[in-house]
């Protein structure tokens, strides 16, 4: 049983490259999230998507984008990383009673 | 004013002391709260929730929440070892069509033995 799925575990990149960021899983949830994770700042949301074909911006969404490739699949993609960028990424789905997020293991990106 | 406040901690017990975490919130609107534990480079991970005021029990962790006060709890008895870990709060309204949970920065408690 995976659960969430993150691809990859780790990730250094050079300012101004680009990179995407793959999540699946295997629960059958319609929602599905990405947040970013940094010292003394908790978890931020970056973008969800409340079912398949629709995203909607979170806390943090500039320098992002995301797709919901279909019900599984949830990515998102750094056009241009910059060094702020550096965090720990998680991606999570959601029960449908709206009660417990499955998280995946993380992507430690380190933008240099 | 944040939506949803925790202190951050870090917090520092000896092994088998009793543990209490604590949140507070600010939109009454919030119905369904819980607690999840990270473990040093893993993903958050439930442990409890609960959507009514009061206690709920499970093991040595209790929940505890306080609608009036907007307040919520967790406390840990016979605290162990294994229990090192940041613990975060989180919270959503019911019926609110899958968006998200809104979570407090974490509290990392640390047990010595």
């Known amino acids: 049983n995976a659960g969430v799925t993150q691809t990859p575990k780790f990730q250094v990149l050079k300012t101004g490259q680009s990179m995407t960021l793959q999540c699946a899983q295997d629960?059958?949830?319609?929602?599905m999230y990405w947040y970013r994770q940094d010292p003394g700042m908790g978890l931020r949301l970056i973008y969800y998507s409340a079912s398949e074909g629709t995203t909607d911006k979170g806390e943090v969404p500039n320098g992002y984008n995301v797709s919901r490739l279909n019900k599984r699949e949830f990515s998102l993609r750094l056009e241009s990383a910059a060094p702020s960028q550096t965090s720990v990424y998680f991606c999570?789905?959601?029960?449908?009673?709206?009660?417990?997020?499955?998280f995946g293991q993380g992507t430690r990106l380190t933008v240099v | 004013q944040k939506e949803v406040e925790q202190d951050p901690g870090p917090l520092s017990v000896p092994e088998g002391a009793i543990v209490s975490l604590n949140c507070t919130y600010s939109?009454?609107?919030?119905?369904?709260f819980m607690w999840y534990r990270q473990y040093s480079r893993k993903g958050p991970e439930l442990l409890m929730y609960t959507y009514s005021s009061g206690n709920k029990e499970d093991g040595r962790f209790t929940a505890q929440v306080d609608k009036s006060s907007k307040y919520i709890s967790l406390f840990i008895r016979d605290s162990q070892p294994s229990d090192s870990a940041t613990y975060l709060c989180?919270?959503?309204?019911?019926?609110?069509?899958?968006?998200?949970?809104?979570f407090g920065k974490g509290t990392r408690l640390s047990v010595i033995a």
């Open positions: 939109n009454s609107a919030f119905q369904y």
């Open positions: 989180a919270m959503t309204k019911p019926n609110s069509g899958n968006t998200p949970l809104v």
């Open positions: 629960m059958n949830h319609n929602s």
């Open positions: 999570a789905s959601m029960t449908g009673t709206n009660t417990e997020a499955f």
